[in-house]
């Protein structure tokens, strides 16, 4: 019996966000073709890691998206 895709998405909603992002995680390698990552997604990888890490450290603050689509919009408008 397969789970009605709006509890499914309920349901994950309601996990803790490092739950979904390790899900999340999975769900978009499904996406990939088995084997190595392409060198790209790789790069994409160290970034956010490094990036994360920044985050940690207090090195950087991070802005709600909202607010970061916002910049983004004015800068481009």
Not at 31 to 56: D, I, K
């Amino acid at each position: 019996m397969t789970v009605p895709v709006q509890e499914l998405q309920a349901q994950v909603l309601g996990l803790p966000a490092e739950e979904r992002a390790r899900l999340l995680e999975v769900l978009l390698a499904s996406f990939e073709p088995q084997g190595e990552a392409p060198e790209s997604q790789e790069t994409w990888l160290r970034l956010a890691q490094q990036r994360r890490e920044e985050v940690r450290a207090g090195k950087v603050a991070m802005v709600p998206g909202d607010e970061a689509l916002a910049r983004i919009r004015a800068r481009l408008g």
